[in-house]
């Protein structure tokens, strides 16, 4: 049963737009949420995070929202960049306990020129 | 940041045969971690640690095993290589303590191949 899910496998959007990343999850218990980035054969980079007591952080042209009612999170890429094109992965975690990572299956966004 | 290195990037190797797959940190982390990946899919934790001499088997099942004999250094090892174990293999590092919760650093990854 996945813990964390991101139901768009894939994404595509014109350079100068918004991306909108989605991510859902179902573990009332996680409180902490992260995002990375992935090229084709090459590891996760680290991009934003967010805790459980914020509702948005923001990093230059990255932004994460965090609704933990409806225990959704999102990522928003403003103004999109074709050098973002890349898998994009949400990760969560719990506090207490070993603090392990949970990711969804990703989402490949495309940002063409 | 993290530092994290991985060899080999890509490895094509026989059924049978057995193989390490080598990762080292040069930031003082004491956590690390082993991911496998395939194309489409989420990260998998396969294995883990949280210091020296300190080992823990992740959420997938694998038939491969780790040591930590160095803070610096958390070498994978498959005793005998099957087409099964062909995917990617991801280490990562993290920092913890301090009152803040960790970010995990990703290495290169290897993309191991079983023929």
């Known amino acids: 049963d996945q813990q964390v899910k991101q139901n768009s496998p894939s994404l595509s959007v014109q350079e100068g737009r918004i991306s909108i990343l989605n991510c859902d999850y179902t573990?009332?218990?996680?409180?902490?949420f992260l995002w990375y980035k992935k090229y084709p054969a090459e590891g996760p980079t680290f991009l934003i995070s967010i805790s459980s007591i914020k509702d948005k952080n923001e990093d230059g042209r990255f932004t994460v929202f965090l609704n933990k009612s409806a225990k959704h999170l999102s990522l928003h890429i403003v103004p999109s960049q074709p050098g973002d094109s890349a898998v994009y992965f949400c990760?969560?975690?719990?506090?207490?306990?070993?603090?392990?990572?949970?990711f969804g299956k990703g989402t490949k966004l495309t940002v063409n020129p | 940041e993290a530092d994290i290195y991985q060899t080999p990037r890509y490895l094509v190797i026989g059924t049978g045969k057995k193989i390490t797959l080598e990762c080292s940190q040069t930031m003082g982390h004491d956590k690390m971690y082993w991911y496998q990946q395939d194309p489409g899919m989420e990260l998998h934790l396969i294995h883990y640690s949280y210091g020296v001499n300190s080992t823990e088997k992740g959420d997938l099942s694998s038939e491969s095993t780790v040591s930590r004999i160095r803070t610096e250094h958390f070498p994978l090892t498959l005793e005998s290589a099957r087409p099964s174990h062909t995917s990617q293999y991801l280490c990562?590092?993290?920092?913890?303590?301090?009152?803040?919760?960790?970010?995990?650093?990703f290495g290169p990854g290897t993309r191991l191949l079983v023929l």
């Open positions: 573990n009332s218990m996680f409180d902490y």
């Open positions: 990562a590092s993290s920092e913890s303590g301090r009152g803040m919760r960790e970010t995990q650093y």
């Open positions: 990760a969560a975690s719990a506090r207490g306990g070993s603090e392990k990572l949970v």
